[in-house]
């Protein structure tokens, strides 16, 4: 005679690869805990994205002296270059105005001379009017250029940490499925085994229901038989 079989123990879940176990879930005393092992690499690269995020967000809208610097120094080199573009332009123009004038009167004192240079500094004046604005629509786009640089790179940096976290939740999930699947099988095999009866279990059973019905000794009878069937 023998009694139900005992309930089994917790059933643990793994995930390997190449025989490597990358997620595991197991019970430790009376919690389930799920377990995932990074490699080396992964771990340089996930320290390397959280401490770059931790050094690179307080300063991301600060200019250093450094990038201060840089960025003046482009928006001097975009300067000089619109200088000179102007000068190509005009100063040319004012030599031929002066050559022009030299040969058919001799002197600039006329007013031929002046109405046609006061045209060329009119336009020179504009040119450099607009070349101010140009540099100051400079010095906003190098600004944001280089905010936009550091924007990109904090995502970058977002993004690594986000895929290994999203990489960590679906091995646990599968270590988790392989337990659930593990500790389901448990439960119908522990439900199948005791569902089996044997002859004097189903005597007992019988024996029981009799005895049940002849009053308090015949239920007390009955209460023990049924304390004994587990034992059958």
């Known amino acids: 005679m023998g009694k139900s079989s005992k309930y089994p123990s917790y059933s643990g879940g793994t995930i390997s690869i190449n025989g490597e176990n990358k997620a595991t879930t197991t019970q430790q005393g009376n919690n389930i805990v799920s377990n995932y092992n990074m490699s080396d690499a992964e771990k340089n690269i996930y320290n390397y994205a959280q401490n770059s995020l931790a050094s690179s967000l307080p300063s991301v809208n600060v200019f250093d002296e450094n990038t201060q610097k840089n960025l003046q ?52 004046a504009e ?64 439900a199948a085994n005791n569902s089996s009866s044997s002859p004097l279990s189903n005597y007992a059973n019988l024996a029981s229901g009799v005895l049940s019905t002849m009053g308090p000794y015949g239920m007390a009878a009955s209460a023990a038989l049924q304390i004994a069937k587990n034992y059958v």
């Open 73 to 124: 120094s482009q928006l001097d080199a975009y300067t000089l270059n619109g200088q000179k573009l102007i000068n190509n332009i005009y100063t040319p123009m004012i030599d031929d105005l002066k050559t022009d004038i030299a040969s058919r009167f001799g002197n600039f004192d006329n007013s031929i001379f002046m109405d046609n240079l006061n045209s060329i500094e009119s336009n020179r």
């Open 127 to 190: 040119s450099i009017n607009n070349l101010a604005q140009d540099v100051l629509a400079k010095r906003d786009e190098l600004v944001n250029n280089e905010l936009s640089q550091r924007y990109t790179y904090l995502g970058f940096l977002q993004d690594l940490q986000n895929n290994i976290n999203s990489n960590i939740l679906n091995y646990i999930s599968g270590s988790q499925q392989n337990s659930s699947s593990g500790n389901s099988y448990n439960a119908q095999a522990y």
